[in-house]
């Protein structure tokens, strides 16, 4: 699917928009720690990371959008012959929620609440995806539904209600959802544990990379 600007409405089909959770990836950061490499271009099982996320997502069945650098960029390249739609996100560094406002906007009107996932945590995949999504029908009363470790650590992905994008039009900086989701009031939030810490764990240094393929022989 072609490459859209951050000022594009979505061309995702309106029919039964307020029955979708379209999943949005993040992945328009710098990787300002990798010392030159590009952390969402990095394989694990021989596919990129970012791909291996796009996949995962596609398998919900669901629309994803892929927040990205203005191509050209190596990242546009692993997506082209996936069915997502690539959002160009110009000003990128200006950190995590404006990539995240712009996924919002993109958006089609009516649409139920947003799937938010990171490209860089490889322990999220189409089940723990799943899981969070599950957590919407089984507790309809909550606004945000979020993935986190099996001790209670709040984490990714995390699945927003409609009902919040007007807040998140105002979030500002590199932090994304986090200030929005700790000013909810109780039972707002709905926490979903995941197996052991896949919900926080990024990988953002090569040494990171280095340990986690170490590890899992990925």
Request: charge should be negative; avoid cysteine; glycine fraction near 10%.
């Amino acid at each position: 699917m072609a490459a859209r600007g951050a000022e594009h409405q979505s061309t995702i089909g309106m029919t039964a928009a307020a029955d979708l959770v379209p999943v949005v990836i993040l992945a328009a950061g710098q990787s300002r720690r990798m010392r030159g490499r590009d952390k969402l271009l990095e394989p694990l099982g021989g596919v990129a990371i970012l791909r291996r996320q796009a996949e995962a997502a596609l398998s919900l069945g669901v629309p994803v959008i892929v927040a990205l650098p203005p191509a050209p960029h190596p990242r546009h390249d692993l997506l082209t012959d996936l069915p997502v739609e690539r959002l160009e996100v110009a000003d990128a560094a200006e950190g995590l929620s404006h990539s995240l406002r712009a996924a919002i906007a993109a958006l089609p009107e009516g649409t139920a609440g947003v799937m938010v996932m990171l490209g860089d945590l490889p322990g999220i995949g189409a089940p723990e995806l799943a899981t969070v999504l599950r957590a919407r029908q089984n507790v309809p009363d909550a606004q945000a539904w979020q993935g986190a470790t099996e001790d209670g650590a709040p984490g990714h992905p995390i699945l927003l209600s409609s009902a919040l994008f007007p807040q998140l039009a105002d979030l500002t900086g590199d932090v994304g959802a986090g200030p929005l989701l700790r000013r909810l009031p109780e039972g707002a939030r709905h926490l979903v544990p995941l197996p052991g810490l896949r919900a926080r764990h990024d990988l953002d240094t090569p040494e990171d990379w280095d340990t986690y393929r170490a590890a899992t022989g990925l």
